[in-house]
């Protein structure tokens, strides 16, 4: 079977298989207590109600760990990331550039599952006709 960049065999994210198992898509994570491993680094976790009484201390921990995941009720609803007025555009940009890449990957694990990856070309011309004749309509 082809190998899909950070796919295993059977459409697990390589990530998610080494630590545990984890079946979240969009940036597999482990818990471990306020603190997770990203493909990146440790990153902090701060909760809504930490970011609205102690402002300060969250700011001050954002010069030291450049980015931190806020939570509501125990689980990730945003991620805060330092940015400045020189590069704030591009920090946007690649965070869009992130989510584009982790959509992609998505639908390769996707593709892997449904035994979409061992099509033959044929097999993909003929999806690919019925598509164009199907949008035509």
């Not at 899909?4 to 545990?20: E, K, N």
């Not at 591009?90 to 593709?111: D, F, H, I, N, Y």
């Amino acid at each position: 079977m082809p190998a899909t960049p950070g796919c295993l065999s059977d459409g697990r994210d390589l990530l998610t298989f080494h630590v545990g198992n984890c079946t979240h898509c969009a940036g597999q994570f482990a818990y471990l207590m306020r603190v997770i491993y990203l493909r990146g680094g440790l990153v902090k976790f701060v909760s809504v109600s930490d970011l609205r009484l102690k402002p300060g201390q969250v700011w001050e921990d954002l010069d030291r760990e450049e980015e931190m995941i806020i939570t509501s009720k125990g689980k990730p609803i945003a991620l805060l990331t330092r940015v400045n007025e020189q590069d704030f555009e591009k920090t946007v940009a690649a965070v869009r550039r992130a989510r584009a890449l982790m959509a992609m990957e998505g639908m390769q694990c996707a593709s892997v599952l449904g035994g979409k990856d061992r099509m033959s070309d044929a097999q993909i011309e003929a999806e690919i006709k019925a598509a164009r004749r199907t949008r035509a309509r």
